[in-house]
């Protein structure tokens, strides 16, 4: 098993911009791929970044978000800049096989999430 602990969400003003972690522990030999969801209120799961050789992008954060990688931590980032408010959400981590890297993105462990919330 792997468990997934994200921090660094919190609140920051439109244009603005915050650092998430992720820290895996457990078996993590098991992981190819880590990654980030979000989830707004009365809206579905949804693909954010994900990294494994290359790094891949939703479109709605391309040139906004950057996604990277501590192997020696198993720990994974998501830089986040110009924020806008409908990045609000709850942010999973997320960590797996490479069927993470495309659609459907398929995770085999999840984090818990947490809150960003960006105010106009």
């Known amino acids: 098993q792997v468990q997934l602990v994200e921090s660094g969400g919190g609140l920051a003003q439109a244009g603005g911009s915050l650092r998430l972690s992720c820290a895996a522990s457990g078996r993590t030999v098991s992981i190819y791929a880590m990654g980030w969801f979000r989830q707004a209120p009365g809206k579905e799961r949804e693909f954010v970044a994900a990294?494994?050789?290359?790094?891949y992008y939703a479109d709605s954060v391309k040139g906004r978000f950057t996604i990277s990688r501590d192997n020696n931590k198993n720990t994974v980032y998501l830089q986040m800049n110009s924020l806008k408010p409908e990045d609000t959400a709850v942010y999973y981590c997320?960590?797996?096989?490479?069927?993470?890297?495309?659609?459907?993105?398929?995770?085999?462990?999840w984090g818990r999430g947490t809150q960003v919330t960006v105010s106009s």
């Open positions: 990294s494994g050789r290359s790094t």
């Open positions: 997320a960590a797996g096989t490479p069927l993470l890297l495309q659609p459907p993105y398929e995770p085999d462990y």
